[in-house]
């Protein structure tokens, strides 16, 4: 059942995608921000505590739910399996912006993606050249695909996989939303929510890499992720990105006064290198063919982990046969 689940889901966002505005995240946002307003008093546990409210009060209804419709009937179960997964997943959340900026470097419009890409990642994008338009595109594609897909992925494969899922994606929300607005990023408010993602995304993050680093040059990828990763404060960041860019053949990242400027908190904080070392990283400068290649990139570690599932599907089948 899990495997149809996402089968299905995936179809089904590919027929009747979700943007990343929509009405469902965009409540789950303002919730947080409410629990937030009536828990913040200045103390890091005080954090810690709403961060269990709003975990436990968005997940215990799903898990719930679940419960009820497999006592139920399979089939209620499975329905729930998919509208759950839809709900969760944002494989083309983003990719409008993407396919924009590709289709304006392609026909040397560098202004319009300059544009696009400074709407996607509300930030300056104003003197940037086409390959550094491409590579930060590029990084936030893959970091962006990771948390709406492969993470998902991962934990709906749990026990309890709807509720999993959503907590997943609201763990992501809350370090988000507890940590980048200007009068948070300096609290202790938010560290618990962007210490427990970093824990609750660890082994996600690793799974995600290895799948980049099977389908695409696999020697490459555990190079840059081996001796590279650490150029990335963020050690999820660094970790995706170094293995997805050794995967490409690209280099990704650059020194800290340039990414600062133009990518988000979460994606944009790497340590600066010395020259040496960053002619050591694998690969070339990133140019706009290379956005092509990340679309096949995501793809084939898509069809992998459906493949994967598909053949744990099959184990688990055939046991209940015999």
């Known amino acids: 059942m899990t495997f149809f689940s996402i089968l299905f889901a995936l179809l089904i966002e590919q027929l009747r995608p979700l943007r990343a505005d929509n009405a469902l995240y965009a409540w789950v946002r303002n919730y947080a921000t409410r629990i937030e307003r009536l828990f913040n008093a200045g103390h890091k546990d005080h954090g810690r505590f709403a961060w269990f409210v709003v975990v436990v009060s968005l997940t215990i209804p799903v898990a719930l739910v679940y419960w009820l419709c497999i006592s139920m009937n399979p089939l209620l179960a499975f329905i729930w399996n998919v509208l759950v997964v839809y709900l969760t997943l944002g494989f083309r959340h983003y990719s409008h912006y993407y ?11 560098e202004v319009t ?42 934990w709906f494969l749990l026990p309890l996989g709807p509720a999993c899922a959503v907590m997943y994606r609201v763990s992501e929300c809350l370090a988000q939303t507890w940590n980048e607005p200007k009068h948070l990023e300096n609290e202790d408010f938010g560290n618990f929510a962007k210490r427990a993602f970093f ?3 660890w082994l996600p993050s690793r799974m995600t890499a290895i799948a980049f680093a099977v389908v695409g040059n696999f020697e490459d990828a555990i190079y840059a992720w081996r001796n590279f990763a650490h150029r990335w404060k963020d050690q999820t960041v660094g970790i995706i990105l170094a293995a997805g860019g050794g995967a490409m053949g690209v280099r990704l990242g650059a020194p800290v006064e340039i990414v600062d400027r133009v990518l988000p908190v979460d994606a944009a904080t790497v340590h600066a290198v010395d020259d040496d070392e960053e002619d050591a990283l694998p690969g070339d400068d990133p140019s706009p063919r290379v956005l092509q290649s990340t679309v096949g ?17 099959a184990g688990k089948w055939a046991g209940a046969l015999s």
């Open 297 to 313: 990139l995501v793809w084939r570690a898509l069809l992998l982990w459906m493949i994967l599932l598909l053949i744990l599907s």
């Open 199 to 201: 824990w609750i995304d």
């Open 99 to 109: 396919n924009s900026i590709q289709l304006a470097l392609n026909s040397g419009d």
């Open 113 to 154: 993606a300059r544009s696009i890409l400074g709407e996607w990642i509300k930030k300056d994008t104003a003197g940037m050249d086409a390959s550094e338009i491409s590579r930060i595109a590029v990084e936030r594609a893959l970091i962006t695909t990771h948390r709406n897909v492969f993470g998902v992925f991962f």
